[in-house]
């Protein structure tokens, strides 16, 4: 699924020394990645890159299949639309539409994605339903004002909007933050099963270690860029 290979980047081209540096990194498709560090050590900067937002200044990013760090912008805008599900550590929800659209919002950029969400259920709206069903938001909050429901609640709807259309990355970047031990070891249970079913890999961060065990990885970022001194 991810195939890292001397991978550098700088915010600036005069910098000394590079915000990130992985000498090598593979993750395998359905793996389920605890990633963790300390504030500053690179794991925004991570993201980005997986997520297409920036191009590496040097080095191969490869994702199922496809050299990132060879696409123009909007190409690698197309490529995270179809293959990429991020739910934010602010969840990014829009306050003035309804869980169910919030969550079908995920697939009005991804004509591949519409496709594969409608395999399941025979319209958007259902398998949007289906999704937050599954995710412990029950359908008398669906059509609600999404402002209105708690953190965790919305945290169940940035999931699914996530999910939907079954993208092969899920990226979860620190989504359970706001939340205590129970309910944050309870809502992972909830994303490992959805990953599951859709078969996709699931990079999760958190600076919170405790979590760690539930995963059948760890990567600590301080320690893989490391390697590459």
Request: hydrophobic share 40%; with cysteine; proline share 3%.
């Given at each position: 699924m991810i195939n890292i290979k001397q991978l550098s980047f700088k915010w600036q081209k005069q910098q000394s020394n590079p915000t990130l540096a992985i000498a090598a990194l593979e993750i395998a498709k359905g793996e389920h990645v605890f990633l963790h560090g300390p504030s500053g050590c690179g794991?925004?900067?991570?993201?980005?890159?997986?997520?297409?937002?920036?191009?590496?200044?040097?080095g191969s990013l490869n994702i199922?299949?496809?050299?990132?760090?060879?696409?123009?912008?909007?190409?690698?805008?197309?490529?995270?639309?179809?293959?990429?599900?991020?739910?934010?550590?602010?969840?990014?929800?829009?306050?003035?539409?309804?869980?169910?659209?919030?969550?079908?919002?995920g697939c009005q950029f991804s004509k591949q994605r519409q496709k594969k969400a409608l395999?399941?259920?025979?319209?958007?709206?259902?398998?949007?339903?289906?999704?937050?069903?599954?995710?412990?938001?029950?359908?008398?909050?669906?059509?609600?004002?999404?402002?209105?429901?708690?953190?965790?609640?919305?945290?169940?709807?940035?999931?699914?909007r996530a999910f939907i259309g079954s993208p092969e990355l899920i990226i979860a970047d620190e989504p359970t933050s706001a939340l205590d031990t129970g309910n944050r070891q309870a809502f992972i249970k909830l994303l490992f099963e959805q990953a599951q079913a859709a078969n996709s890999t699931l990079i999760f961060v958190s600076h919170d270690e405790s979590l760690q065990p539930l995963f059948n990885r760890n990567i600590d970022l301080i320690a893989l860029q490391e390697q590459l001194s």
């Open positions: 794991k925004s900067t991570f993201l980005s890159l997986l997520a297409g937002i920036n191009r590496p200044t040097s199922f299949g496809c050299e990132l760090s060879k696409l123009t912008n909007s190409k690698r805008d197309v490529f995270r639309a179809d293959h990429i599900g991020y739910i934010f550590q602010n969840f990014n929800l829009l306050p003035y539409l309804s869980p169910l659209e919030n969550v079908t919002l395999v399941n259920s025979m319209t958007l709206n259902q398998e949007a339903a289906r999704l937050l069903n599954a995710l412990g938001l029950s359908e008398q909050f669906h059509l609600q004002n999404v402002a209105n429901l708690s953190i965790g609640q919305q945290q169940r709807v940035a999931a699914a």
